[in-house]
């Protein structure tokens, strides 16, 4: 599997690619060629925005807490497509609550889609690529599967089994298909609460990162070779090192 050096052309599938992050990696794949498929689940008009901004990209609809809709989606992929050469696992929810008063409904809301659709996604995508030839795996981890946040407990599990289960899928599926995760900092879109600038503050780049500095990294890793897999890549100025 030799590197390439543009994504041109390549089907690559961005959940949650409507707002913020994804819609930053779905522009930047699509300035480097890829042909974007964009994901949603209730952000239609944003959506709709970002397909029309990455050149009339397909868009594609599913609730990824439901295995059902992710297979339907992946079906509709591969029956309109008829393969599929990248995906970004970006959809993901976060919420903030002491341990002590999270309830089974909260936990279910962060991990439902976190954690078991990102695995789902992987497992129908790889389905698709090996059918295909291969592809590459791009998972949205976070430094808060890095790094303990007290009143993240459940959100900071979810993202620490993202990390994991990167490196697990990365042996399964090798070596047709790698598996990378990308680690987000502080990444700002509007204001920050306290606890965020506390954090811009501690961050040894002295900033907060952008959108396209995440999908910079997304990038590198489609179009890595097969011998990159199963790294977990912190984009956050040196936070993590603190």
Same mark, same amino acid.
């Given at each position: 599997?030799?590197?390439?050096?543009?994504?041109?052309?390549?089907?690559? *599938?961005?959940?949650?690619?409507?707002?913020?992050?994804?819609?930053?990696?779905? *522009?930047?794949?699509?300035?480097?060629?890829?042909?974007?498929?964009?994901?949603?689940?209730?952000?239609? #008009?944003?959506?709709?925005?970002?397909?029309?901004?990455?050149?009339? /990209?397909?868009?594609?609809?599913?609730?990824?807490?439901?295995?059902? #809709?992710?297979?339907?989606?992946? /079906?509709?992929?591969?029956?309109? %497509?008829?393969?599929?050469?990248?995906?970004?696992?970006? @959809?993901?929810?976060?919420?903030?609550?002491?341990?002590?008063?999270?309830?089974?409904? #909260?936990?279910?809301?962060?991990?439902?889609?976190?954690?078991?659709?990102?695995? %789902?996604?992987?497992?129908? @995508?790889?389905?698709?690529?090996?059918?295909?030839?291969?592809?590459?795996?791009?998972?949205?981890?976070?430094?808060?599967?890095?790094?303990?946040?007290?009143?993240? /407990?459940?959100?900071?599990?979810?993202?620490?089994?993202?990390?994991?289960?990167?490196?697990?899928?990365?042996?399964?599926?090798?070596?047709?298909?790698?598996?990378? @995760?990308?680690?987000?900092?502080?990444?700002?879109?509007?204001?920050?609460?306290?606890?965020?600038?506390?954090?811009?503050? @501690?961050?040894?780049?002295?900033?907060?990162?952008?959108?396209?500095?995440?999908?910079?990294?997304?990038?590198?890793? *489609?179009?890595?070779?097969? %011998?990159?897999?199963?790294?977990?890549?912190?984009? #956050?100025?040196?936070?993590?090192?603190?």
């Amino acid at each position: 599997m030799n590197q390439r050096s543009d994504l041109n052309g390549q089907l690559i *599938l961005v959940t949650g690619a409507a707002k913020r992050i994804g819609r930053g990696i779905a *522009l930047r794949l699509a300035e480097d060629g890829a042909r974007v498929i964009i994901h949603y689940n209730e952000s239609l #008009d944003e959506a709709r925005q970002t397909a029309l901004d990455c050149g009339a /990209a397909a868009i594609v609809q599913a609730n990824l807490e439901k295995v059902a #809709d992710i297979e339907r989606m992946f /079906a509709e992929v591969e029956a309109q %497509f008829g393969r599929l050469d990248g995906l970004v696992n970006n @959809a993901a929810r976060f919420t903030r609550f002491n341990p002590l008063d999270v309830t089974e409904a #909260d936990w279910d809301f962060i991990h439902s889609v976190n954690l078991k659709a990102t695995f %789902f996604c992987c497992q129908q @995508a790889a389905r698709i690529m090996k059918r295909n030839g291969g592809g590459h795996i791009v998972n949205i981890s976070s430094l808060g599967g890095l790094r303990p946040w007290a009143e993240h /407990a459940h959100y900071c599990a979810s993202k620490a089994g993202v990390i994991m289960l990167t490196q697990a899928l990365a042996k399964a599926f090798a070596p047709d298909i790698t598996v990378n @995760a990308v680690a987000p900092g502080v990444i700002r879109f509007g204001e920050l609460d306290e606890r965020a600038e506390a954090m811009v503050k @501690a961050t040894p780049a002295g900033r907060h990162g952008t959108a396209a500095e995440i999908a910079e990294a997304v990038l590198y890793f *489609l179009k890595c070779t097969n %011998f990159t897999t199963g790294q977990n890549m912190a984009i #956050d100025g040196g936070l993590a090192l603190r």
